[in-house]
């Protein structure tokens, strides 16, 4: 099958896939930091949509105006010396996000999932399909990752272990922050790729 893995950078979906044996792609504004960059198209999603015939599509949209965590920020008060917006600035980058992500569930791609945390989308689309957890996956810490998908079935916990930390949440705020709290776990890279796409052969991997 031939995937795009839109806005990830981390390449952690996208080798999963290719171990499975499929044309899988990565697709950011940011160069990629997983270590392929032929198989990472750095463009706008959707022109990267508009680049192939893909077969299924796995989007991980920004969160920054999409999570609920963030609430506080939307009332009108002073501007922020961080540059953080607040208020009507705010609310209208949030519109945005939403209309983002509706436009790529409702890409001409045949089967879709997004990823989210929880955020506006429950209310202002539908609810996730399922909520993950990492601890469903293998690995010991809580981030609840929600899921919309589009002729995907639900995924099923493949190693539930012990470990409710909450590593991410408690990560020391740099210019990396962010990209390593968007970097999907590995446990849940590897249930997308064989649950979803298990291609059920022999067949070489497209990897390396």
């Known amino acids: ?8 950078e981390s390449q952690a979906v996208t080798l999963a896939l290719r171990k499975q044996g ?62 953080t917006l607040v208020g009507a600035e705010r609310r209208e980058a949030r519109e945005e996000a939403i209309k983002f992500f509706m436009k790529l569930y409702n890409c001409d791609i045949p089967q879709v999932a997004i990823e989210n945390p929880i955020g506006v989308m429950s209310s202002r689309f539908r609810k996730p399909d399922q909520v993950l957890q990492p601890w469903m996956f293998g690995h010991g810490e809580t981030k609840a990752t929600c899921l919309w998908l589009r002729n995907l079935p639900k995924l099923k916990p493949t190693n539930i272990v012990g470990g409710r930390v909450q590593r991410m949440h408690l990560l020391p705020k740099t210019k990396d922050r962010a990209c390593l709290r968007s970097k999907t776990y590995d446990g849940i ?20």
């Open 22 to 83: 499929h044309e899988a792609y990565s697709c950011d504004l940011l160069p990629e930091s997983g270590g392929h960059p032929e198989w990472h198209l750095q463009m706008d999603v959707f022109e990267a949509i508009k680049f192939k015939k893909w077969d299924a599509g796995i989007f991980f949209p920004t969160c920054t105006y999409l999570t609920v965590s963030a609430n506080k920020w939307y009332k009108d008060q002073p501007k922020r010396k961080s540059g």
């Open 1 to 8: 099958m031939i995937i795009l893995v839109g806005c990830e």
């Open 189 to 208: 890279a590897e249930a997308m790729a064989t649950q979803w796409f298990c291609k059920n052969q022999s067949a070489q991997a497209i990897l390396f």
